[in-house]
């Protein structure tokens, strides 16, 4: 039994509020136990040079932490650090698997995600809620006949696992994440087919059988995941 109760295959109390700022064409608000992130998406009419050869959009994001996330205050006039770039790469990377980019056109549809309380899992967080603004605001692009159909392939859901004490763990908090030898995020599609696993040893080297018994955690996490984000979408995304 954890601090908060929970049994170590368990997740927090994970909810969505979609529609959740005035001027996102996709906004949502993500609650994971203690954890909050704002994640929008915004449509612009250009994409990066690469694209303009290939013919194809793009999909990128930022991510940010606001002064009172964390107990310790964090400015944001000081521009991501080495983290939230590696965050927010992580992010793009991600929701990008999601899209055939070449049904976009020539739009970049940015992805924000803005955590306002940090309780540990903002990656897998901002992913799961990134992933929700981005259909929303895809289908608000269609309903306007500017792209001819849902370029969706695939649904995306994230989760954090880890080691602690010896004992593998779904869905970390802060204070266990602090506490794991070993801590990883996953991403996975609707499928169950891996998108990106992040692993580190932390303290101990770990082995195949902690591996393995992360990813059946992994795994039973992201089913949990996407059935919040099937929930909220209300039918708009159809794989």
Same mark, same amino acid.
């Given at each position: 039994?954890?601090?908060?109760? =929970?049994? +170590?295959?368990?997740?927090?109390?994970?909810?969505?509020?979609?529609?959740?700022?005035?001027?996102?064409?996709?906004?949502?608000?993500? @609650?994971?136990?203690?954890?909050?992130?704002?994640?929008?998406?915004?449509?612009? %009419?250009?994409?990066?040079?690469?694209?303009?050869?290939?013919?194809?959009?793009?999909?990128?994001?930022?991510?940010?932490?606001?002064?009172?996330?964390?107990?310790?205050?964090?400015?944001?006039?000081?521009?991501?650090?080495? =983290?939230?770039?590696?965050? @927010?790469?992580?992010?793009?990377?991600?929701?990008?698997?999601?899209?055939?980019?070449?049904?976009? %056109? !020539?739009?970049?549809?940015?992805?924000?995600? !803005?955590?306002?309380?940090?309780?540990?899992? !903002?990656?897998?967080?901002?992913?799961?809620?990134? /992933?929700?603004?981005?259909?929303?605001?895809?289908?608000?692009?269609?309903? *306007?006949?500017?792209?001819?159909?849902?370029?969706?392939?695939?649904?995306?859901?994230?989760?954090?696992? %880890?080691?602690?004490?010896?004992?593998?763990?779904?869905?970390?908090?802060?204070?266990?994440?602090?506490?794991?030898?070993?801590?990883?995020?996953?991403?996975?599609?609707?499928?169950?087919?891996?998108?990106?696993? @992040?692993? !580190?040893? *932390? +303290?101990?080297? /770990?082995? =195949?059988?902690?591996?393995? =018994?992360?990813?059946?955690?992994?795994?039973?996490?992201?089913?949990?995941?996407?059935?919040? @984000?099937?929930?909220?979408?209300?039918?708009?995304?159809?794989?």
């Amino acid at each position: 039994m954890r601090s908060d109760g =929970r049994l +170590s295959d368990e997740m927090r109390p994970l909810s969505v509020e979609r529609d959740y700022t005035r001027y996102a064409p996709g906004s949502v608000l993500v @609650q994971a136990g203690d954890t909050r992130v704002i994640c929008t998406a915004m449509v612009e %009419g250009r994409v990066p040079p690469h694209c303009l050869a290939q013919k194809t959009g793009w999909i990128t994001a930022e991510y940010a932490m606001l002064p009172g996330a964390n107990p310790d205050r964090k400015s944001l006039w000081k521009g991501p650090d080495g =983290r939230a770039r590696e965050i @927010q790469r992580l992010i793009g990377r991600s929701l990008r698997m999601a899209v055939d980019l070449a049904q976009l %056109g !020539t739009r970049t549809i940015w992805i924000d995600c !803005t955590v306002i309380q940090a309780d540990g899992g !903002t990656r897998a967080a901002s992913i799961t809620g990134g /992933f929700i603004a981005l259909v929303d605001a895809l289908w608000k692009l269609r309903e *306007e006949e500017k792209i001819p159909n849902m370029p969706i392939e695939h649904g995306i859901a994230a989760v954090s696992v %880890g080691v602690v004490e010896g004992l593998p763990m779904l869905d970390l908090t802060s204070a266990e994440d602090r506490a794991a030898s070993v801590d990883m995020n996953a991403v996975m599609t609707h499928s169950g087919r891996f998108v990106e696993l @992040q692993g !580190t040893a *932390e +303290s101990e080297p /770990f082995d =195949r059988d902690d591996l393995q =018994r992360l990813l059946e955690l992994a795994q039973k996490g992201a089913s949990e995941v996407q059935r919040v @984000q099937l929930s909220a979408l209300e039918g708009r995304l159809t794989l």
